[in-house]
């Protein structure tokens, strides 16, 4: 399967310091990422989705100006979590979307980050 | 209530049964994953379905996906340990750009 990697995978910062993680899709293009927040033992949460040379799309209730996405090229996206605080402590992952196949449209996930905010 | 609804949520068998996980919905979807995923790690693609009655084997998996594209399923035969952990369903739905998860079923098999 394709591949998707994450850096970093874990991080530790202050509170009100930003912290940027990066998504890279490695052996395809993909022109969609997506940003998701898992809390433990539970499913995804999608946070926002990544459009190459476009604005990102927040889901309802995600603020946009603190979780800031930039998919830049068509392998890479960036989510900068900015002013943390230890509620945004976490465990972030991303994918990329991949529709190379015609039919298939499938995502890949990275490995994931875990944000840990003192 | 979630677009497509995951059950059961907690499994805890012993090895070698067999067991079957299954996600619905009412919507129709383009196509339908199944991940697993365990702790500290990002989810790993089993398959992907995408016509409707489909049937994919993986191993001792098998998935199916629904006729009318709205329902799958992953049958697991003679469970190991190792297939101990989060299996997630998501699916795409046409015209929309993202995928919706289900809630995941935690499977624990105990030696």
């Known amino acids: 399967g394709a591949v998707v990697s994450q850096h970093p995978s874990w991080v530790i910062c202050k509170s009100g310091t930003s912290v940027k993680i990066e998504c890279r899709s490695l052996d395809f293009q993909a022109t969609t990422m997506f940003w998701y927040r898992q809390f433990p033992k539970q499913s995804l949460m999608l946070m926002a989705t990544s459009n190459e040379g476009s604005k990102a799309t927040y889901e309802q209730g995600v603020e946009k100006d603190k979780f800031l996405i930039n998919h830049a090229s068509l392998t890479l996206s960036t989510l900068t979590v900015t002013s943390a605080h230890p509620e945004d402590s976490s465990f972030y992952i991303c994918s990329a979307r991949d529709f190379s196949g015609g039919t298939t449209d499938t995502q890949y996930f990275g490995p994931g980050t875990r944000l840990t905010v003192l | 209530t979630q677009l497509l609804e995951q059950s059961p949520q907690f499994l805890s068998i012993q090895e070698g049964e067999n067991l079957t996980v299954y996600c619905n919905s009412s919507s129709v979807f383009s196509s339908l994953q199944w991940y697993r995923q365990e702790p500290g790690e990002g989810p790993v693609l089993l398959v992907t379905v995408v016509t409707g009655g489909e049937v994919k084997k993986l191993k001792r998996l098998t998935f199916q996906f629904g006729d009318a594209r709205k329902d799958s399923s992953l049958h697991i035969t003679a469970a190991q340990p190792g297939d101990t952990g989060l299996y997630l369903c998501?699916?795409?739905?046409?015209?929309?750009?993202?995928?919706?998860f289900g809630s995941g079923t935690k499977l624990n098999v105990k030696p």
């Open positions: 998501a699916g795409a739905l046409y015209n929309f750009n993202k995928f919706y």
